[in-house]
């Protein structure tokens, strides 16, 4: 999918095709084919390896300068489902007069900059445009960290009544999340910190220029990205003792089941012994008596109540 616009100075956007691409354009390119790829190389200058960097899903972070370009690549967070997170590589191409961005799918951090905010952005305002992108998918690891937090918080009080295989892999699940999160913010750090670095590149200003504003804009980005990182760390510390303590918790239920089974066959051996001794076929005591079954069921059942006591003075039914 190929959508190209631009700001106007009132604020609205306006829709542009290829042939009517001007200077200040935003050209967003979703899940590309050869043949558009092809075009855009053609239309506006931009290599072909630099179009194609975010269509590798496995893509890290990174910053890549040419002499008519410069790629910034970074990974945003997306939801798969219910309790599932991942991150999505997003190139964003800034040129001396166009912004590029390219993705494998649509995302919920471009999909914000549309008709109805836009008074809130400026495609012509490259530099700028990019930051509050960046800045755009910080704000988006925060939100989906507290939806993880609260999720977390959920599966808790449900294995707490009831141990399941379904909360334990949503669990799971969580914990994926937070890793895929984990090393995409700190390759998205490490872009931000070459950002920096950028700005003193003078050869650089067609296509990247930084203001004052855009400086403060760029600072916010990097407070929202390494407090993200925290909270990635204190959540991930928090799933891995949660999942810790419920491991510890089923160890414990199994040892206890296994402590009542090994006491109650202890007790029940008891009475299948003394049968089995009186019930072999050679002459035995008591054998000529009439009373002999009720004396050895007592005997049987007294010396099994006295082992049951015994083993529940030493804790071997609960604890």
């Not at 961005?101 to 995302?107: A, G, K, P």
């Not at 609260?150 to 009544?161: G, H, P, Q, V």
């Not at 202890?266 to 001794?277: E, G, M, Q």
């Not at 005997?299 to 109540?305: D, F, P």
């Amino acid at each position: 999918m190929l959508k190209i616009c631009k700001s106007l100075e009132s604020g609205p956007l306006t829709e542009l095709s290829l042939k009517t691409l001007e200077k200040g354009a935003w050209i967003n390119i979703i899940d590309p084919t050869p043949y558009e790829l092809k075009v855009i190389a053609e239309r506006t200058g931009v290599e072909l390896d630099f179009l194609r960097s975010a269509l590798d899903d496995e893509e890290r972070s990174h910053t890549d300068v040419e002499d008519n370009a410069i790629l910034i690549l970074t990974n945003v967070p997306v939801m798969r489902g219910q309790g599932s997170y991942d991150t999505l590589p997003l190139s964003v191409i800034l040129t001396a007069e166009y912004v590029i961005t390219v993705s494998l799918e649509e995302t919920p951090v471009l999909a914000d900059f549309n008709e109805q905010t836009a008074k809130l952005f400026r495609t012509f305002k490259k530099t700028r445009f990019l930051f509050q992108i960046l800045y755009k998918s910080a704000t988006f690891y925060l939100r989906y960290l507290r939806q993880i937090s609260k999720l977390s918080d959920e599966i808790e009080l449900t294995l707490r009544d009831a141990m399941r295989n379904e909360d334990i892999l949503r669990l799971l699940e969580l914990q994926k999340g937070l890793t895929y999160f984990n090393a995409a913010l700190r390759s998205d750090g490490a872009v931000l910190d070459k950002l920096l670095r950028l700005r003193s590149n003078h050869s650089l200003a067609p296509m990247f220029k930084m203001y004052e504003e855009d400086e403060d804009l760029l600072e916010d980005v990097i407070i929202e990205n390494k407090q993200a990182r925290e909270m990635v760390e204190m959540y991930s510390q928090i799933l891995s003792r949660l999942a810790d303590t419920f491991s510890s918790i089923i160890s414990n239920d199994q040892n206890r089941v296994m402590k009542f089974l090994a006491a109650m066959t202890i007790i029940l051996a008891i009475p299948t012994v003394i049968s089995s001794f009186f019930g072999m076929n050679v002459p035995v005591p008591f054998a000529e008596q009439g009373t002999a079954f009720a004396f050895l069921a007592v005997l049987s059942g007294g010396i099994a109540l006295a082992s049951a006591y015994v083993l529940w003075r030493h804790n071997m039914f609960w604890n």
